[in-house]
């Protein structure tokens, strides 16, 4: 048998084993990085969960992971080309190593360090990823061969942000939602299938940021709300129409993806900016509040309850009335900036300058941890500049952390 025959039957024989704890995509199954797992770990050991296995074989950059059908995938720079990859997320072996790779396009080339920086999309057997330079690949999730290709700034007239393309693309009702940006359209609907496009939000023109949309469904109508430099808008899913917009005042960067509750939607970035709340009404949308407790930068806010929880530049880490916009509570000397995820009535929260992962209560009483442990190894490949930028991610009873090309897997069941 020859290695592309053997690559395929292990996908095929893990892709049989469906389970309810997959993470497909960037944030989890509802993108508000909210794990539904149940019989997760209370308390850490001293040194924190057992390590399952590392893969050193990851790549450069700071791409997030998707979990689904016993496989993790994620994208890896590697001597100028950016790839995606793929791994046995049930491996056995304490040194795991990929099972296919990608090609995706052009290295994106950075200050803070090369590589990629979004999260690949698992959708109906196919893995959608998308290069820093703007090149959006599908893929056959158990052989990785190449299924199409589309190309933000060739194919839809984008222009490449800053720090490159980080959108993590959504996948709809067999539509992929991407952010090109430009007159053509901010927002693009490609068939999931082809990839040929179906509309573009001609009402919405804006250039692209680096937040990744979500999908809603609000007074009748299916919708994907997205996060720029100048606002946050509603964009008909059917039709690409603009349904609503509100401004922002982004300055910089713009990142966090926006939260969606109740009718309404709330959007955070870092540079001294903070938060919005904004109510979805008839005619459009209204400001709730707009202040500066949550100075969000890029590592993710979550909403649990009624409260929404994460690191705000100057405050540190933070509780919020989601309804009110009030300071709940911040600790400022447990652990430096960094990303959060959530599973179990618990916190991860990740400390991307040293690489210290702290378990804490996700509760509104305070910073209330119960265990520890830090990263290692750590590479020795990252930028000067670069920091441990990826965030957590939890599935199926699994803790996945990374640095650049290590990449590691602990066992956070009970």
Not at 157 to 180: A, F, H
Not at 212 to 234: A, C, D, E, F, N
């Amino acid at each position: 048998m020859n290695k592309i025959f053997l690559q395929i039957t292990l996908l095929s024989i893990i892709t049989q084993l469906l389970q309810a704890g997959d993470w497909p995509n960037w944030r989890g199954t509802n993108r508000d990085d909210v794990s539904d797992e149940k019989g997760l770990l209370e308390t850490w050991p001293t040194g924190g969960p057992k390590k399952l296995w590392m893969a050193r074989d990851g790549g450069l950059g700071y791409a997030g992971f998707s979990v689904s059908n016993g496989a993790l995938y994620t994208m890896g720079a590697f001597k100028g080309v950016e790839k995606l990859i793929a791994y046995r997320s049930i491996s056995k072996s304490s040194d795991n190593k990929k099972v296919w790779e990608l090609e995706v396009g052009q290295l994106l080339t950075n200050g803070w360090g090369d590589g990629p920086r979004a999260t690949p999309t698992i959708a109906n057997g196919k893995v959608y990823a998308l290069g820093g330079k703007g090149n959006l690949v599908c893929a056959d999730a158990r052989s990785g061969k190449l299924l199409w290709n589309v190309h933000m700034v060739k194919d839809l007239g984008g222009k490449v942000p800053g720090w490159g393309y980080t959108e993590s693309v959504l996948v709809d009702e067999g539509r992929v939602i991407c952010t090109p940006g430009g007159k053509g359209g901010a927002i693009a609907a490609l068939d999931a299938m082809t990839g040929k496009t179906l509309w573009r939000s001609k009402g919405f023109t804006d250039p692209a940021q680096y937040s990744s949309p979500i999908v809603i469904s609000h007074g009748g109508k299916r919708q994907y709300v997205q996060l720029v430099m100048k606002k946050v808008v509603g964009i008909d899913a059917n039709s690409g129409n603009l349904i609503w917009s509100a401004d922002w005042a982004g300055k910089v960067a713009v990142i966090p993806t926006p939260i969606y509750s109740n009718g309404q939607v709330y959007i955070s970035s870092g540079y001294g900016i903070g938060c919005k709340l904004v109510e979805l009404t008839s005619s459009g949308a209204k400001d709730v509040y707009d202040n500066k407790i949550m100075k969000n930068h890029h590592g993710g806010v979550i909403k649990i309850g009624e409260h929404v929880y994460g690191y705000s530049d100057g405050y540190g880490w933070v509780c919020q009335n989601f309804k009110t916009g009030e300071l709940v509570w911040n600790e400022k000397k447990a652990l430096g900036k960094g990303a959060i995820a959530y599973a179990d009535g618990r916190f991860y929260c990740l400390g991307e300058g040293d690489g210290r992962v702290i378990l804490i209560e996700a509760t509104p009483k305070g910073w209330l941890p119960q265990g520890e442990f830090t990263i290692t190894p750590q590479t020795e490949q990252r930028n000067p500049k670069g920091k441990v930028w990826t965030h957590p991610v939890i599935s199926n009873g699994k803790l996945y952390l990374r640095d650049q090309e290590l990449i590691f897997c602990y066992d956070i069941s009970s």
